[in-house]
């Protein structure tokens, strides 16, 4: 990697098919030329106060994320330095002891709901994608997720929904979207706009590429000489 990862941001509500697209793209391009990885790892940790305290506490907030460490993390990344990375569990609300190091790729893809909304990580995104869903389809989806993956109950998940993720979402995450490059409706299974951007990428990493190789020419040039 030549030290200047490209970074690109895939924000939405809340079950609008931002992992789908993600997986799309990795799976079609390959892991070994893209990094991907959840904002929802920089929860903050809440390990210091009650489990019952916890849950009470807004997920769907900005101040939610510890975005120093996530900024500081991108950086490094796009500087082609790897990161310890804090493994979060969403059944505590708390991190855990161990974390996972992170290596760089030529491409890295950032996903969470607030991405787009905190100016300074903004600015570090250089393509930012909207993935755009019905609001009665993402609240079905999370339902799914968080009753699988979270051991959460319904009552529970309908409970925050009402009480933080839609005045979140019309607060925070739709106003978003105007900053967004590219736009897609109708979720992660919108498989035109999908392969569109499979296509921008290629073409990114196929430029990458060209300029590794002229690099590279001109040091056996100059070491020949």
Known sequence: MDGSGILIGI???????????SKTIVQTIGSDRILAFQQDAYYRDLSHISFEHRCQQNFDHPEAFDRELLLAHLTDLKM???????QYDFTTHSRRKEFVVIYPQPVIILEGIL???????????DIKVFVDADADIRLIRRLHRDIRDRGRSIDS???QYQKFV???HLQYVEPSKRYADIIIPEGGKNM?????L???IRSILAEKDLHIGF???LRSEFLND
């Open 166 to 168: 839609r005045p979140m």
């Open 192 to 196: 035109v706009a999908v392969d569109l």
């Open 115 to 125: 991405i787009f909304v905190d100016p300074e990580l903004r600015d570090l995104v």
């Open 198 to 200: 499979v296509t921008k």
């Open 157 to 159: 998940v309908l409970e």
């Open 11 to 21: 924000a939405g509500g809340t079950g609008s098919g931002k992992t789908l697209v």
């Open 80 to 86: 082609g330095k790897a990161i310890q990375q804090p």
């Open 215 to 217: 690099d590279n020419d």
